[in-house]
């Protein structure tokens, strides 16, 4: 059973840089998500949780508009290992940031908190 495992998430200034990472744990055999597009998702508390950045298995990038230019989305060639990397930080940021596949997400992992201070 694959399970996403997120972290990097903390405390960042106003302003400042942040890396998440997340890792898919799964059978070491199997390149399970090589052909799936995979995304950062994140919640605000009493929200839904939302799509902010999403990467093809062809290294093609979107984002969402909150995010646009201020976050860049990588991944490893099995989709296994997927991060997310924050520049000049938004009070709006402040959310738990998950990671999943796009097409029919599996089950969700912890997520990482992250909050952004003034």
């Known amino acids: 059973q694959v399970q996403f495992v997120e972290s990097g998430g903390g405390l960042v200034q106003l302003g400042g840089s942040l890396k998440l990472t997340c890792r898919a744990s799964?059978?070491?055999?199997?390149?399970?998500?090589?052909?799936?597009?995979m995304g950062w998702y994140r919640q605000h508390p009493g929200k839904q949780r939302e799509l902010v950045a999403q990467?093809?298995?062809?290294?093609?990038?979107r984002y969402s508009d909150s995010v646009k230019d201020r976050v860049t989305i990588f991944r490893d060639n099995d989709g296994k290992i997927i991060r997310l990397h924050f520049n000049n930080a938004k009070p709006d940021d402040t959310a738990v940031y998950y990671c999943?596949?796009?097409?029919?997400?599996?089950?969700w992992g912890q997520g990482t908190q992250v909050i952004v201070s003034s």
């Open positions: 799964g059978p070491p055999s199997e390149s399970i998500f090589r052909y799936d597009d």
């Open positions: 999943n596949r796009i097409t029919a997400p599996l089950d």
């Open positions: 990467i093809t298995p062809a290294y093609v990038a």
